[in-house]
């Protein structure tokens, strides 16, 4: 029973990554392409230690917590503690928007054009194509973990090593696996798509404005929004691996 509801996944696998080739290239090099050039930035913006802890003081109040996290490390704002606080939280809701994107394309869009109907004219298993759909995003984002991982530390920027820029990618990749997720589940109680990227954007929304309130005023319940898992990872400071597992395990539940 099991092997006939997912009959075909590999061949709808390929399919997907031929069909979305395009769109997968654009947002691989966009999101690399916008996050290396801001890191490349930052030590000529911030030459000095005084200068990135002027930037620390003034980004360590209530309104900046809400908008771009707390500061994981304070007392020593180096270049990469810098770049991830202002470039992580945003990074990731632009990862998690494509995700967004990506599973409502291939589930309710397909089905409300007549793409899925044509799929499954063919032997195919009936959950195959929301299974092609998991598995070619979960690719997706350990692409985005290694190509971000490799990037960052190429650039050889002080206190950016690669430990910390893998994690600073996988900050972005599990935690952007999480809201495709989230969108499997949206998929499963709407019945057109834009209700499914509706209910998905309205939870990512909520998640934001959640840590933003619980940041300032409760930190241990900001736990409870994916979003924060990704600074709480504390990439170039503390590199904690705990907020990974718990994105992953997650998602996959």
């Not at 309710?108 to 998991?134: C, Y």
Request: charged letters at 15%; glycine letters at 8%.
């Amino acid at each position: 029973m099991i092997k006939k509801n997912f009959y075909g996944t590999g061949r709808l696998i390929r399919f997907n990554f031929r069909k979305d080739r395009i769109h997968i290239i654009f947002w691989l090099f966009a999101l690399l392409g916008i996050t290396l050039s801001y890191a490349y930035s930052y030590p000529s913006m911030f030459s000095s230690e005084a200068e990135r802890q002027i930037m620390a003081q003034t980004l360590n109040n209530p309104a900046m917590t809400a908008m771009l996290g707390p500061i994981s490390d304070p007392s020593n704002y180096n270049y990469g503690v810098l770049f991830s606080h202002e470039m992580l939280l945003f990074t990731v809701a632009a990862v998690a928007i494509m995700n967004i994107l990506f599973v409502a394309r291939h589930t309710r869009m397909d089905e409300e054009e007549g793409r899925l109907e044509m799929i499954r004219s063919f032997p195919v298993g009936r959950l195959s194509t929301l299974a092609s759909t998991i598995v070619e995003l979960f690719i997706i984002n350990i692409l985005i973990t290694i190509l971000h991982g490799i990037g960052l530390g190429m650039l050889g920027i002080e206190s950016m090593d690669y430990a910390g820029s893998f994690l600073y990618g996988a900050a972005l990749g599990a935690v952007g696996f999480a809201f495709a997720a989230i969108t499997c589940f949206c998929v499963q109680l709407m019945e057109n798509n834009r209700n499914t990227t509706g209910i998905a954007f309205g939870i990512l929304g909520f998640s934001f404005l959640f840590r933003a309130v619980t940041d300032i005023n409760a930190p241990k319940l900001s736990w409870l929004s994916p979003l924060s898992w990704s600074y709480k990872m504390e990439p170039y400071a503390g590199n904690r691996m705990l907020p990974v597992f718990i994105s992953l395990v997650f998602s996959f539940i």
